[in-house]
């Protein structure tokens, strides 16, 4: 099942076990082997087996990257050791004097990347409110290469359109790639919806056990993942096999996780938004989250990821409950089978200014659950006695 144009017809949990993958030929081994080697012995000099120094390839790596490939309904997966790493990837496309469209909530990791890495070598970037497309057409200019879009984003749970941007994308030749991590590609496809690249932090749901680290870039052009697997062979941000064998063992897994994510997340949402003691609530299943209509009609369902805020809350009582849960864990990162408790301002973000980040509504007072696949009436008892 190695080529994804023959998965296609086929379901998304057959795709997450089988896709790219097939029984060792040596020993009929049904699973992937970890190859864990850095070369490989080749018949005389310059001809090989399709493996040559394992920065460049792995055969357990090619395996992941194939099925993450399906999972997108893509042609080409690329992984990287973070998913940092792979977002490093696609902004070495463009050269100085270039410049980027970008929302306005945007995980912090991203933010800094842009601000405090490549806007000092002369790449420019706009952070605007993507939510309305007319934010984006007005930002893009005559220099501007890329549009990075994030949806739902981090922490607000913001909606971009994909399809609205990949038709301003298309109308000034510009390329589109959009992180889809907190949606999975068992949620929604960005390349369906006319995207170039499609990014993840392999960290969160698709490796799905919070033990390991990686980034993965998917995408359908030929040439692009030339230029895309060039700059991972020549700059090294290439994940190990272990680490690929172990997301490999999570994908098999993804479709029923995303089920009881997204179960749980609804029960988890539903029960915030009767509270009392609650005030905001950020989840794009509410039929008055803005641009809910856009999620409905791009997502299968609307996840696991919710954020919300207290009434009269300072940043003492927000510590307070942050700290008060048994079940949910204090911690950074989402997207793992146990559910996770996150400030924000001084966790994923405190890298964005303080100013900034008040605008779109990342302040102090507010926290961002990810919720895990753990018993539902545990995860509400938990909510209740924090909160009470």
Not at 83 to 100: F, T
Request: aromatic share 8%.
């Amino acid at each position: 099942m190695a080529d994804n144009h023959k998965t296609e017809s086929l379901g998304f949990g057959t795709r997450a076990i089988h896709a790219g993958q097939h029984p060792d030929p040596s020993t009929g081994a049904i699973m992937t082997p970890i190859y864990q080697t850095s070369t490989y012995v080749q018949e005389s000099p310059g001809k090989n087996k399709g493996y040559g120094y394992a920065r460049g390839k792995n055969p357990t790596r090619v395996a992941l990257e194939n099925c993450i490939a399906a999972l997108e309904g893509g042609k080409h997966g690329v992984c990287f050791s973070s998913g940092m790493g792979s977002m490093d990837a696609v902004i070495k496309l463009l050269k100085p004097g270039d410049e980027v469209v970008t929302g306005d909530d945007l995980y912090g990791g991203s933010y800094r990347m842009f601000t405090k890495i490549y806007e000092p070598y002369g790449i420019k970037f706009h952070f605007v409110n993507m939510t309305n497309p007319e934010n984006v057409k007005n930002a893009v200019n005559k220099n501007t290469k890329l549009i990075w879009a994030e949806t739902p984003t981090n922490p607000t749970m913001q909606i971009i359109d994909i399809a609205a941007m990949s038709q301003i994308a298309k109308a000034n030749n510009i390329l589109l790639a959009v992180d889809n991590t907190f949606a999975s590609p068992y949620l929604q496809n960005p390349l369906k919806l006319g995207a170039d690249i499609v990014m993840h932090s392999v960290t969160k749901y698709l490796g799905g056990h919070s033990d390991v680290v990686m980034g993965a870039l998917v995408m359908n052009d030929d040439q692009l993942h030339e230029k895309i697997y060039f700059i991972l062979n020549s700059c090294g941000a290439n994940p190990g096999p272990m680490d690929s064998w172990l997301v490999l063992r999570g994908l098999k897994t993804l479709h029923l996780r995303m089920e009881r994510h997204c179960y749980n997340g609804k029960k988890v949402a539903e029960f915030l938004k009767a509270h009392p003691k609650v005030d905001k609530i950020y989840w794009p299943g509410f039929t008055d989250h803005p641009n809910h209509e856009v999620a409905k009609k791009q997502m299968k369902d609307f996840g696991g990821m919710i954020s919300f805020t207290t009434k009269n809350a300072t940043l003492e009582s927000t510590f307070k409950l942050a700290s008060s849960f048994n079940v949910f864990s204090l911690a950074e990162s989402l997207g793992g089978v146990e559910s996770l408790i996150n400030h924000p301002a001084t966790m994923t973000h405190a890298s964005i200014p303080k100013a900034e980040r008040e605008k779109v509504g990342v302040v102090d007072q507010l926290l961002r659950l990810s919720v895990g696949v753990e018993d539902i009436e545990d995860l509400i008892e938990d909510l209740r006695q924090a909160l009470g």
